[in-house]
């Protein structure tokens, strides 16, 4: 049994996709931890600050290991006895060495040293993961805006019809939303791939007079910078990359509720694409919840909340501060596996959404055509100018609804508008199509442009 949502073997792949699970589970972690390790003991000889012959114990010692349950027991008891991260993990690497390795195993590097260096590692796995499907769901947007360029719909401000758009328009503004994302990505990668290897305070005391160059050569073999400076205090990478996932998992929100709204059964404009046996209720047979649409609010809101703890994190005491980097431990896996499971789920969503471009047009005019007044003011504030138009289509469309009357009968009844418009002019402006304003050219626009400016 767990307690922890993302780890349940029934619940888990709610909250994170297996590959992106994969990259933080204990057995990988610790498996390239002794890696990093092995790599470190090898350059440390070389550059004689450990003895050669411990190198090469420790180096076929950690090859040899298979990290299974029982090794991370042997972890895990140490730990519990010592309160210390990675007591276990040496004591369990110093009982397989055969001769001096056991001596000189995990010399001179600080927890942080190896944890920072593989949460790189870690993240920059978990970048391409987010990037697939990130891709995925920006194909699925532009497959949209072209299927739907000229669908008329409502476009609602303040939960009420404004004027009509077009669904193409609407998916453009998502479309262009995850393009900057994608963006952002790669911009935070010249940021990141900075591993970690100072030492206690971040002065590398322990690793001799050629400790830069052996650093250098360390990051080298991981594929990773060395940093320009320790950053066991200065925790901006990781605070930066929640933001960033925070900013990204925020749209998947915002797009998945409307998916919600416009699913309601009154709406009925937009539609999850089901599964073949989904159960929307136990009790009421006839559902079919919005179960992607809602879920990848709940997913946001992790995201969002382990942001928002990892900016705590950048407040350090001194040199380090386990109060502190401590909880990325928690916050970072988390955070990142919520949003790459919300970017998962969307780019799903959107490849299989059901639109209903049929109900759309309807409901836009089920209301008597009310959303069409913006055309008939416009029009006559060429004859009795801006102000006294927007109080005369005003007063009249709140008339029309006292009475029980469409808009478009009103208009079309009214004295002072055919005074001023031709039957030609009054019957274009009741034409939807004619008030869409520049949907279909923005759309063309953002199409063109295949990343932003």
């Keep these: 049994m767990t307690g922890w949502s993302f780890g349940s073997d029934i619940y888990g792949g709610a909250w994170a996709t297996p ?16 890696e990093i390790l092995a790599v470190l003991a090898e350059l440390q000889a070389e550059y004689g600050v450990i003895p050669r ?29 010592t309160a210390h991260s990675t007591a276990g993990l040496i004591a ?17 590097a600080t927890v942080q040293d190896i944890a920072d260096t593989w949460l790189m590692l870690a993240l920059r796995s978990a970048r391409r993961l987010l ?15 072209r299927r739907h360029r000229n669908a008329i719909m409502a476009g609602r401000t303040h939960g009420q019809q404004g004027l009509p758009i077009t669904f193409g328009f609407k998916v453009a503004g998502w479309l262009a939303e995850l393009r900057r994302h ?30 830069l160059i052996l650093q250098q050569r360390f990051f080298e073999r991981l594929g990773l910078r060395a940093p320009d400076m320790s950053w066991t205090a200065s925790r901006d990478l990781y605070a930066e990359w929640a933001q960033l996932l925070a900013l990204i998992s925020a749209t998947a929100d915002r797009i998945g509720h409307e998916v919600y709204n416009l699913q309601r059964d009154e709406i009925g404009e937009l539609r999850e694409a089901s599964l073949a046996e989904g159960v929307g209720s136990i009790t ?62 969307l780019a799903g969503l959107l490849e299989n959404l059901e639109v209903d471009t049929t109900r ?6 089920a209301n008597g055509g009310f959303a069409l007044s913006e055309g008939v003011m416009v029009a006559l504030a060429g004859h009795i100018g801006k102000q006294a138009g927007h109080r005369f289509v005003m007063s009249l469309a709140a008339a029309a609804r006292r009475e029980g009357r469409s808009f478009i009968d009103a208009v079309g009844d009214n004295e002072t508008i055919r005074a001023h ?18 949907c279909a050219a923005l759309v063309d626009s953002v199409l063109a442009r295949r990343a932003p400016p």
Excluded at 183 to 209: K, T
Excluded at 360 to 365: E, G, K, P, Q, S
Aim: glycine residues 6%; contains cysteine; hydrophobic residues 45%.
């Design 19 to 34: 590959e992106m699970r994969a990259l933080f589970d204990d057995i990988p972690r610790t498996q390239r931890w002794i």
């Design 53 to 81: 012959d411990a190198a090469l114990d420790i180096k076929a010692s950690c090859d040899a290991i298979c990290v299974d349950s029982e090794f991370l027991a042997e972890c895990r008891e140490a730990y519990e006895a």
């Design 92 to 108: 369990a690497v110093e009982r397989r060495c055969a001769s001096s390795g056991a001596e000189w195993f995990y010399f001179g």
């Design 131 to 145: 990037i697939t499907d990130v891709e995925r769901a920006i194909a699925a947007c532009e497959t949209l805006c």
């Design 182 to 211: 994608r963006v952002r990505i790669d911009e935070i990668a010249a940021r990141m791939d900075v591993g970690q290897l100072c030492g206690g305070v971040g002065s590398l005391s322990a690793f001799g007079p050629e400790a």
């Design 284 to 345: 009421m047979p006839h559902k079919r919840n919005p179960e992607t649409s809602e879920h990848l609010g709940a997913l946001a809101r992790i995201v969002r909340a382990n942001a928002s703890l990892l900016l705590e994190s950048l407040v350090h005491d001194h040199e380090r501060d386990g109060r502190s980097w401590k909880v990325e431990w928690h916050a970072v896996p988390e955070a990142t596996m919520a949003a790459g499971k919300a970017l998962f789920a």
């Design 360 to 365: 759309m047009r309807a409901n836009l005019m």
């Design 421 to 438: 418009l031709s039957r030609e002019e009054i019957a274009r402006l009741l034409d939807p199509a004619a008030q869409i304003g520049q």
